[in-house]
Structures are given as structure tokens and as C-alpha cells.
């Protein structure tokens, strides 16, 4: 058995809850989307969290679990509300488990359009250049770490375990070469609005919209990203219904 733990979420279905957490900076981003879309940014940001419900409820011998609640030396898979996991991830680090190994990771998959000419051209070079650094080398849901008082920040964050993973003890880590996970980084991600900092006008979220509408249509054809097929479909459906307000 291995754990999930979701670092963190909110009621999406309730508006008020969502406005309550709401970064001040991000806030205009939200008011913009609902401006723009007769779907409301929260109700969006629930079918997607529905979506990656359902994909966790299929990951074999696996629980999700608040941290506190998980006991201390067991797995746990880190990830954020809308990342999707393998349904056979337990059982490949259960035949994995050696007690020397703090950190378990894999290849970073993700479904996304580039956010910046810079993204894209990084983006680019992964696909070109097998040699490419990651940035990262821990992404929001790419490792697992047995649970203990010094990986509780590994867990939380993905830059935190990247940092930790690229200085630690040798036979402390293990590069498993699969994909066993999916980023699901939707038009409503934070990253892809541009977050707290970068400006976002109305044109520009329109453009953004019709490239996510395609983005979906295609899913991936790796075969060993099969298992993510149902869970691509659902979202080109949730893009398919999200309709502009007329103006």
C-alpha cells in the first residue's frame, strides 16, 4: 500500500470559500475569467478537481490520506488537486522498496500549452534534445518519499524535494525510468494565467482559450500514457462546454 496525499485544496464548489483564499494578486485574474466565461472559475476548477478524484480513486492499493494521519516510514505520493497518477503506481514502488531509499521519482509528464516564449522553447528542447536539463527534477507529482519529521517540507513542495534530491546521499534516491503520473496544467492553472505577477488582459485569455480547446484533442500516444486516455477525453469535454459570455 502506498499513500496520496494532495498538498492542498479548497471547496471549489462553494464560491465564497474559493474568494477567501484567493491570493490578492491572483484575485482580478478570477474576476476577468468569470467576466469572460459562463462557467465560473471555481465551478471549472471543480469538474477538474472531480476529474482527478475519480483518476486517484483508480490508482491501486492506495489511500488518500491527510500527512497526519499517514503513519510515519510509510510511501507517500505528493501531488497537487489536478494531477492524475498511474492506476499500477503502488505496485511499481512496492517492487521498488529498499530501506535505504528516502526518494523515489520518475519521469515529469505534463498536458499543458507553454505559458512564455521562453517555456516554449524549453519545452521544445525536451522534445528534441533527450539531454535537456529539467529545471525541476522533482515536479508536483513525480516522487514519492517515505514519510518522516525531515521530508514533511520534501512533500510540500516540489522545489524543496528537487534541491534536497540533487545534494542527497548516494542510495538515498531512485530514478525509476517510466511515467507514472501526469500535470494536468489546465487554462485555469495558475501558472498558465500568469499568476500574481504578470498582467492578463481579455485578449489575451481568449487566446489562451482557444489553444486549451485543442490542446485536449489530442491525447498522448506514448504507450505506457495509455491509462490517461478517459481522464484527456473528460477534459476536452469541460473545454468543449466552456462557452465565452457574449459581450
Known amino acids: ?88 503506481l503502488a505496485t511499481v514502488l512496492e517492487g521498488r522498496r529498499n530501506g535505504r531509499r528516502v526518494c523515489y521519482r520518475w519521469k515529469s509528464t505534463w498536458i499543458e500549452r507553454p505559458t512564455t516564449l521562453g517555456h516554449e522553447i524549453y519545452s521544445l528542447r525536451r522534445r528534441l534534445l533527450s539531454t535537456t536539463q529539467e529545471k525541476w527534477v522533482c515536479s508536483s507529482a513525480n516522487y514519492a518519499l517515505v514519510k518522516g519529521a525531515e521530508t514533511r517540507e520534501l512533500a510540500a513542495s516540489h522545489m524543496s524535494a528537487s534541491r534536497w534530491v540533487e545534494s542527497a546521499a548516494e542510495g538515498s534516491v531512485e530514478a525509476i525510468d517510466q511515467r507514472l503520473s501526469l500535470i494536468n496544467r489546465t487554462l485555469a492553472s495558475r501558472t498558465t494565467l500568469g499568476g500574481r505577477r504578470r498582467p492578463l488582459s481579455r485578449s489575451q485569455l481568449l487566446r489562451k482559450f482557444r489553444r486549451y480547446r485543442r490542446l485536449y484533442d489530442n491525447p498522448p500516444a506514448t504507450p505506457e500514457l495509455a491509462w490517461c486516455r478517459p481522464y484527456v477525453v473528460m477534459m476536452a469535454d469541460l473545454m468543449a462546454a466552456l462557452a465565452v459570455k457574449k459581450r
Do not use: C
Not at 19 to 28: E, H, I, T, V
Not at 42 to 52: N, P, S, Y
Open 1 to 88: 500500500m502506498i499513500y496520496v496525499w494532495v498538498r492542498k485544496t479548497v471547496d471549489w464548489q462553494h464560491e465564497r470559500a474559493v474568494r477567501a483564499q484567493l491570493d490578492p494578486g491572483f484575485a482580478p485574474k478570477v474576476e476577468l475569467w468569470n467576466e469572460t466565461f459562463d462557467l465560473p472559475f471555481h465551478l471549472f476548477r471543480h469538474r477538474v478537481w472531480k476529474i482527478a478524484q475519480l483518476n486517484l480513486s483508480r490508482v491501486e492499493r492506495a489511500v488518500q490520506a491527510e500527512w497526519e494521519e499517514i503513519p510515519t516510514g510509510s510511501l507517500v505520493v505528493p501531488l497537487d488537486d489536478d494531477d492524475w497518477l498511474a492506476p499500477d
